[in-house]
């Protein structure tokens, strides 16, 4: 998939990949050479929230037109084939947004097996007013004359969005596309990315040693599986306890990956270079900064006791490799500085691996799955890298962790009594700054308060804030206040992303 900035872009790739084709997503302008190394069976050029006719509208090779490989672009990728190829894109008179029908004139290969009155999502301003030589038109919409195009000979346009939910027959496309099109088999299962992804990092390695940081979450947990698979013996694992996880979580790696799995690994208490950094800072963008950079300096210390290495093996997921490479126009306002296990500096001595560049969340996990990881661990909840650190507002003390700590445990105990884990996106306490009166027995108490916050996400761009039952709330409070020392007020957090974030620092 060439990548022009559609909010879709991602989207796209996964559907294709529910089809049982394996799909990777890059720049849209990356050069032909580039493009074929990799060997694409098609190519899908995506929709994007430029205007081809700008002057500085993002463009393909023009040698991606006149590769032979079959085509399909979708919105922009559409108008970009027509300007590109000789014919006109224009404003429309209006914006064609949400619901609408095509008819089909010409199923062609694309509208194979479909009705010839189809109900699609349009999302444009621009429209082709000028078909390029050897396309014919495929199919109308009222706004639209040319809703679809095609060569017959292996290259397609639309105008609509075939991957959203809202065009019921957006898989079919997508799907005749792929199959009657370009001839892919739709074989491709978290089993066969396994085998290639093995093969590959087996060649890459061939007899030298790998390491991989762990960070207690799935990503990390996962790539150094499927490196331990390749290359048995030739990996070491390093999992930093920074002293900001979760109870359990440090001890919990070391059982799985070192135990359980029989992975070579060092794990390294530096929780108190992490406090030692963190002391007097409240901050959130600067705890951030000093937790990120304090990661760094304690895994090229311990990383420099190690002999003998030469790749670095990370967890980097598809969404973090698009967040970095997307043009620069495309490119979000930073709202967090965002630290990961991965956010290494690119000076390092080692040889990057990172064979989940390409994969969302839910295809790691299945992945971790059929590698047999543990299901707690597979599906843990996301978990910020900075940690509790982002959790405590104020300043972050070693009392002050294990009081939050002590009371995020009940919360997360209760939510998965109530068998809520898996449906919410995420469930956690934060500790604040403020104290409030309370009553204890005939006592007059003046303790913190410990706010509860639960969302329901599909992805943690945006959030809603859960309707938890009053029951399994009522539980978390009467706990936390009851065994957790030194707090006497429990609050729920009834915020949205947008306008607040998830995680409150
Ligand atoms: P916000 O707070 O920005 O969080 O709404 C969105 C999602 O990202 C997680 N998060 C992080 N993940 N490193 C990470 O790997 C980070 O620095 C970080 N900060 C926030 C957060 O938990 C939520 O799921």
């Not at 990777?24 to 050069?31: A, K, V």
């Not at 064609?96 to 095509?102: D, L, S, V």
């Not at 990315?193 to 991989?212: D, K, T, Y």
């Not at 002391?279 to 959130?284: E, K, R, S």
Request: charged fraction near 25%; glycine fraction near 10%; hydrophobic fraction near 45%.
């Amino acid at each position: 998939m060439l990548d022009f900035g559609s909010q879709y872009s991602q989207l796209i790739a996964r559907r294709i990949r529910e089809a049982g084709v394996y799909s990777e997503l890059i720049p849209g302008t990356t050069p032909w050479a580039v493009i074929e190394a990799r060997r694409p069976k098609a190519l899908v050029l995506s929709g994007g929230p430029s205007s081809v006719y700008e002057p500085d509208a993002p463009l393909c090779d023009p040698a991606v037109f006149a590769a032979g490989v079959p085509l399909l672009g979708i919105c922009y990728g559409m108008q970009l084939l027509v300007h590109q190829l000789g014919g006109r894109v224009a404003a429309g008179a209006r914006r064609e947004y949400g619901a609408a029908r095509i008819n089909v004139d010409d199923p062609m290969l694309l509208f194979q097996g479909l009705a010839t009155d189809l109900p699609v999502w349009m999302s444009h301003g621009d429209r082709v007013t000028e078909i390029p030589a050897g396309f014919r038109s495929l199919a109308h919409s009222a706004n639209s004359p040319i809703a679809a195009m095609g060569d017959g000979a292996g290259r397609f346009g639309i105008q609509f969005h075939p991957e959203v939910i809202h065009t019921p027959p957006g898989r079919e496309i997508l799907r005749n596309f792929l199959y009657r099109v370009a001839g892919c088999r739709g074989d491709w299962k978290p089993a066969t990315f396994i085998e290639q992804a093995v093969a590959a990092i087996r060649a890459e390695v061939g007899s030298r040693r790998v390491l991989c940081a762990l960070s207690g979450g799935v990503d990390s947990a996962v790539a150094a599986t499927l490196v331990h698979r390749a290359v048995p013996g030739q990996l070491t694992c390093l999992f930093v306890d920074n002293g900001l996880l979760r109870r359990d979580e440090g001890r919990r790696v070391i059982d799985v990956m070192g135990r359980h799995l029989g992975i070579e690994l060092s794990s390294v208490d530096a929780s108190a270079d992490f406090l030692r950094a963190l002391a007097g800072v409240i901050d959130p963008e600067e705890k951030r900064r000093r937790v990120g950079a304090t990661f760094i300096e304690v895994f090229e210390r311990e990383a420099g006791r190690l002999r003998g290495i030469d790749f670095l093996a990370q967890g980097t997921l598809y969404p973090d490799v698009i967040e970095s490479t997307s043009h620069d126009t495309f490119a979000a306002h930073r709202i967090k500085t965002h630290h990961n296990v991965g956010g290494l500096p690119a000076d390092l001595r080692f040889q990057l691996i990172e064979p989940l560049r390409y994969l969302f969340k839910d295809e790691v996990r299945a992945i971790g799955l059929e590698l047999g990881l543990p299901e707690d661990m597979v599906h843990r909840q996301p978990f910020p890298g900075p940690g509790l650190a982002v959790r405590i507002i104020g300043e972050v003390t070693r009392e002050r962790l294990d009081t939050l700590r002590a009371a995020d445990w009940i919360v997360v105990d209760e939510i998965k009594a109530a068998g809520l884990y898996r449906s919410l996106w995420q469930a956690f306490a934060i500790l604040t700054p403020l104290q409030s009166v309370g009553v204890m027995g005939d006592y007059r108490t003046y303790g913190s308060v410990v706010a509860v916050r639960a969302v329901e996400s599909e992805d943690g761009m945006t959030a809603d804030w859960a309707r938890l039952p009053y029951d399994v709330l009522a539980t978390m409070s009467t706990r936390i206040v009851n065994e957790v020392p030194g707090v006497n007020r429990v609050v729920y957090d009834i915020s949205s992303k947008p306008p607040s974030t998830i995680e409150w620092e």
